[in-house]
């Protein structure tokens, strides 16, 4: 199927996708520090670049957008235009984040990951449970954390 707009539309709206400072990443750093958690944002240093990094605690929180990291939910569905190039695209994105896994682990980081249908969609959850579990998983020490919309 043809893309429906030229590829100069298709680029600027490309291109205006952001991979910082999204919404579900500014809700979780607004409710994380209404809490009194105390942050780095994108520490470069650490394997994936994490969204929230709490050197205190040892942990970091991914916030991941459902599309772009090929999650298993109602948000993502896979495109009809140029579906090989996406089909690599998303694989990749899957190979580095579970890279970044691996390594964050292997460090004696604990990993969270908030998905955006945990925010967004028909499945999603109230923002402060999101908040409080997050809040919760912080404090506990546990090894991880996966917060995802209603199955």
Known sequence: MADSVPPSVRSRMMSG???KNTRPEMVLRRGLHAAGFRYRLH?????????????????VIFAH??????H??????????RPDWWRAKI??????????VRVLTSAGWRIGVVWECSFKGPRRL???SVI???ADWLRSGANSLEIRGLE
Not at 72 to 81: A, D, E, I, R, S
Request: glycine residues 6%; charged residues 25%; proline residues 12%.
């Open 65 to 70: 957008g459902c599309f772009w990291h090929g």
């Open 72 to 81: 298993n939910c109602p948000l993502f569905v896979w495109p009809k235009t």
């Open 91 to 100: 694989a990749r994105n899957r190979e580095v984040d579970a890279s970044a």
């Open 43 to 59: 520490v470069e240093d650490l394997p994936g670049k994490p969204d929230l990094v709490f050197p205190s605690r040892r942990a």
């Open 17 to 19: 996708i952001k991979a």
């Open 126 to 128: 109230p923002i402060e």
């Open 132 to 134: 409080e579990s997050c």
